[in-house]
């Protein structure tokens, strides 16, 4: 009995010393993709996704930054205004944070085994519009992430998997929105460089080769055709053989006799 008292007084000790600890700040990813450059004189942001509801974990946890907040970053770091006219607009659509209980087996085996018994699902729809001169286009791009968690977390744990979902769902979405940006809106990229920008250069299929003038081009010479040997002259022994050759008769070759 004391035994188990002394043991118990040790994991509540164990545990106090433990809530007492900071917790590691995990920090959001920091992109390394070079810098968008946007032939428009301004870029702005709207956020139409809505309040958070109350079912939502942002509710009862202290996650940041949140999933519009890190679609705010993003803009903010990889896309920059280089034009005269024109503007681009960022709305963000959908920036959602929800659960779901999972599916827990009962039985003996349970009690001594932590099972998942939550999931986060993380989902964002951003739209990039932008009118000029140029005219008009818009880029879509949207992405969805979940990540389960044991049951009873601790603190710790809910942090570590909104990190772990955030960062995977913001690289989901950036790569879906370059795609976007690169394929409908080409003609609102900078083709000027701009200089202390990070911005990757537009590429263009290479120059097709010139003609060269018919005047300057290499004569072409003609082919000389060699004509072929004469045979060779008869021996003069087929000659005088060929000379004593009878012209023969043709009566004779058919065979046929005058009918007198």
């Known amino acids: 009995m004391k035994r188990t008292i002394a ?28 810098k968008i450059v946007m032939d428009v004189r301004k870029i702005s942001l709207a956020d139409r996704s809505g309040p958070i509801p109350l079912d939502s ?14 679609v705010k970053d ?10 005269k006219d024109g503007q681009a607009i960022i709305l963000i659509k959908k920036a959602s944070l929800s659960t779901m209980p999972m599916p827990m087996k009962d039985g003996i085996d349970s009690w001594f085994t932590r099972q998942q018994a939550i999931k986060y699902i993380a989902r964002v729809d951003v739209s990039i519009e932008a009118n000029g001169p140029s005219g008009f286009a818009v880029a879509d ?21 909104y990190m772990t979902l955030l960062n995977g769902l913001m690289r989901d979405l950036e790569e879906n929105l370059q795609s976007g940006i690169y394929v409908h809106m080409s003609k609102f990229l900078s083709k000027s460089d701009v200089i202390g920008s990070s911005a990757v250069p537009l590429t ?3 120059a097709p080769a010139e003609a060269v003038p018919a005047a300057e081009a290499a004569p072409v010479q003609p082919a000389v055709l060699t004509p ?33």
């Open 57 to 70: 974990p942002y509710r009862n946890n202290t996650f940041s930054p949140t999933i519009s907040d890190a």
């Open 7 to 34: 043991c118990l007084g040790l994991a509540l000790t164990l545990a106090a010393c433990s809530s007492g600890q900071t917790e590691p700040t995990v920090s959001l990813e920091k992109s390394l993709v070079p």
């Open 204 to 206: 263009s299929d290479p």
């Open 141 to 161: 791009a949207d992405a969805s992430r979940s990540i389960s968690l044991p049951e009873d977390p601790t603190e710790a744990e809910r942090q570590d998997a």
């Open 228 to 260: 072929p040997p004469l045979p060779p002259a008869p021996p003069a022994s087929a000659k005088d053989a060929a000379s004593d050759l009878k012209p023969v008769d043709p009566l004779t070759v058919s065979g046929a006799q005058d009918q007198k």
């Open 74 to 83: 993003w803009a903010s770091d990889h896309l920059e205004a280089k034009g």
